[in-house]
């Protein structure tokens, strides 16, 4: 069964830093496009950064560049998140989504064509 599991969420300070991991078992990752996405209470899912299968093509919003690097780790079946320089607006849940085979040149951070997700994890930026 492909599962999707994401950690590493919590309360941080504002300015503080946090490493989302996102797992996959029941499947290796190696030849999965893997994209995080967020939502707010009362917001829709927005697409926060997208990796390639290979780790050559990144996507980043907007919003977070020059704040979070997305990387992964084919060896461990894991794509992480870094976040740093936190901000209020960046509270929100995290959700890994994969894609087999799939283009983020196509896919970009459009939450319809990604079609397996985690369940989330919380991350709330806050003094």
């Known amino acids: 069964q492909l599962q999707l599991v994401e950690s590493g969420g919590g309360l941080v300070q504002p300015g503080g830093s946090l490493i989302l991991s996102c797992a996959a078992s029941?499947?290796?990752?190696?030849?999965?496009?893997i994209g995080w996405f967020r939502q707010a209470p009362g917001k829709e899912r927005e697409g926060v950064s997208c990796?390639?299968?290979?780790?050559?093509?990144?996507i980043y919003a907007d919003s977070v560049k020059g704040r979070f690097t997305i990387s992964r780790d084919n060896a461990k079946n894991t794509v992480y998140l870094q976040m740093n320089s936190l901000k209020p607006e960046d509270t929100a849940v995290y959700y890994c989504?994969?894609?087999?085979?799939?283009?983020?040149?196509?896919?970009?951070?459009?939450?319809?064509?990604?079609?397996?997700w985690g369940q989330g994890t919380q991350v709330t930026v806050s003094s």
């Open positions: 989504a994969a894609e087999e085979g799939g283009s983020i040149v196509t896919m970009g951070l459009d939450a319809s064509w990604w079609d397996y």
């Open positions: 029941g499947f290796t990752l190696d030849s999965y496009a």
């Open positions: 990796i390639s299968s290979t780790g050559r093509r990144l």
